[in-house]
């Protein structure tokens, strides 16, 4: 449910920036999503696939996810650590005191399109 | 072969709805009118709390209520029909959460120009809800009794962006296992500067200090 109120976000921002760029038609999406920002990215993509038809910008577009590692923050020995691994224990020194430092992010990270004709080289 | 062209974004998804909701915040503001956004799970108990508190406000403010929900209009008209006051229902076509445009197409419809406080039910939701700013002046949760004390735990993000952590349903407390103590620290852990109060909209205990809370927001 959540992963679908989402999708309308990327879809609308996509939109944007693809009317901004003079872009009508967008072959792929790339999302940079935290690897503890609770998104389903099975279930993101799904939702991505039946929304995208719903557009011709966004049509033929392909979702691609790029995720970024979660890292925690410990107060009282100031350790970094992987947030997957240990949750909110500080390994190092067993506190409770931590915080995330990133892992949350929701991002689009770029558009992509192909460009057919290929004058350059 | 096929040359690509690559549009950089690197835009949060959320940007374009915190950009609406503080504009929101502003055009109500300079109307003189504060809006409150209620979330809490499923039947914790937002619409009896909120209309106990509308009852001990409701000769000071003028007070209007919007309610969403997926499906029927039952909420709005039960607030209205305890209350005396106008209600609203938004039905926001199934989705999980209400965000700052449907929010703001829903004032304009209910039309706030002769209000000074607008309570917004959100869905009964402790996940969606968090993520998307309504809004909203404040942002109040309810968290029940029969819930327990451990859902600050699973839930953090709700308990973060929360002005104000209302523990309801203390009437029930003798049946549960609710340590109040360690709900409390649990929330302050995640958000040190939430205020809590426990209320029971049963028994009316903690509804003045509630009361109280919303007078001095204003
Ligand atoms: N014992 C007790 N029951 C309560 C209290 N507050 C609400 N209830 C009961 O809890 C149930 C749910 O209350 P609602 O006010 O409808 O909860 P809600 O959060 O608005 O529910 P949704 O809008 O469906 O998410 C009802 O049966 C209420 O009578 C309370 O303080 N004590
Ligand atoms: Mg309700
Ligand atoms: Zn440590």
Sequence with gaps: MHELGVT???VKDVKKVAKENKVDKIDFVTLEIGEVSGVIHDQLIDCWNWARKKETVTESAELNIETLEAITFCEDCQAEY????YGKICPYCKSENTYLLRGNEFNIKEIGVYDEDDEES | MKKVKIIEVHENVFNSNNVAAEELRHELKDKGVYMLNVMSSPGSGKTTALSKLINILKDEY??????????T?????????LTGVRALQIHNGGLCHIDAEMTSKA???FGVDDLDIVFLENIGNLVCPAEFDTGAHR???????????????????????CDLVIISKIDTMEFFDFDMDKAKSNILRLNPKASIIPVSAKTGEGMEELAKWIRAQL
């Design chain 1, 82 to 85: 992987r947030t997957v691994d």
């Design chain 1, 8 to 10: 309308f976000y990327v």
């Design chain 2, 62 to 71: 003028r007070i209007g209520v919007m309610d969403v929900d997926i499906e």
């Design chain 2, 139 to 161: 942002n109040m949760m309810i968290l029940s009794v029969p819930e327990g004390d451990d859902k600050p735990l699973k839930y953090p993000l709700m308990f973060s962006v």
């Design chain 2, 107 to 109: 004032i304009e419809e």
């Design chain 2, 73 to 81: 209009s039952l909420d709005a008209q039960k607030v209205a029909d």
